[in-house]
């Protein structure tokens, strides 16, 4: 029994990453909605991306990061080396973003 349980899990897995793979695909690819900071710096600091898309901070520096936006549309918690912060962007617009920790670390996501 608990092995049939486990292939039907792997078998929903399975068949939930292909959903993703197929809406993945079926979307026009965004270019960049990987964010990397480095260095004190948010990498490309403005992105451009379709409504719905999901951009990712990962903080590759060895100094804890975090992303704020300025209209408190989105806040990371503190983020340590490697790890990332993801948010999906519902609606159009320009979101401005920052490290609260060094406010002088920018960055902008424009949605459209
Ligand atoms: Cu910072």
Redesign the pocket.
């Known amino acids: 029994m608990k092995g049939n349980q486990m292939r039907s899990s792997v078998f929903i897995g399975l068949f939930v990453s292909a959903c993703f793979v197929v809406a993945a695909a079926a979307q026009s690819a965004p270019s960049a909605t990987e964010i990397t ?1 480095d260095n ?1 710096t948010f990498g490309p600091a403005e992105v451009k991306v379709p409504v719905g898309a999901t951009v990712t901070w990962t903080n590759r ?1 060895d ?4 992303v704020v936006n300025a209209d408190k549309v989105f806040k990371s918690k503190v983020m340590d080396t490697d790890e990332k912060y993801a948010f999906t962007f519902a609606a159009a617009g320009t979101y401005t973003y920052f ?1 609260s ?2 406010p002088k ?1 920018t960055g902008k996501v424009i949605v459209q």
């Open positions: 900071i004190f520096d100094i804890p990061h975090t490290c920790i060094h670390m």
